[in-house]
């Protein structure tokens, strides 16, 4: 059985930082590709950030050049540091990650969210 279990949420500033860590857990034998996702209250479900086994990044253009995803492959943790985050910056996140158990199945596993609220 595998795990993904998020921390790191909570109420910050306008201009504020957080970062979001991701942890994976369990029978685990190879996490490919990590990827954040937000859902804005009242909105859809939105990519945020993904990172590759190799480190490889890609990023939704309303975050390029505030938020900075990152992953140790050791820990089986991703990683997603905010900084100079916005109201509209308020949703769900969650950690999505590609992994392969110990007994060679491929799955799509999901954390079950962290609240990052922004306001003064």
């Known amino acids: ?9 909570g109420l910050v500033q ?3 930082s ?14 490919y590709a ?9 909105k859809q479900r939105e990519v945020v950030a993904t990172i590759t086994t190799g480190g490889s990044t890609n990023y939704a253009a309303s975050v390029k050049g505030r938020f900075t995803i990152s992953r140790d492959n050791a820990k089986n943790t991703v990683y997603l540091q905010m900084n100079s985050l916005k109201p ?14 110990d007994s060679g199945i491929l799955g799509d596993y999901w954390g079950q969210g962290t609240q990052v609220t922004v306001s003064s």
């Open 1 to 9: 059985q595998v795990q993904l279990v998020e921390s790191g949420g």
């Open 14 to 16: 306008p201009g504020g």
């Open 18 to 31: 957080l970062r979001l860590s991701c942890a994976a857990s369990g029978s685990i034998f190879a996490i």
């Open 34 to 42: 990590m990827t954040w996702y937000r859902q804005p209250p009242g």
């Open 88 to 101: 509209e910056d308020t949703a769900n996140y969650s950690c999505n990650a590609d992994i392969i158990t």
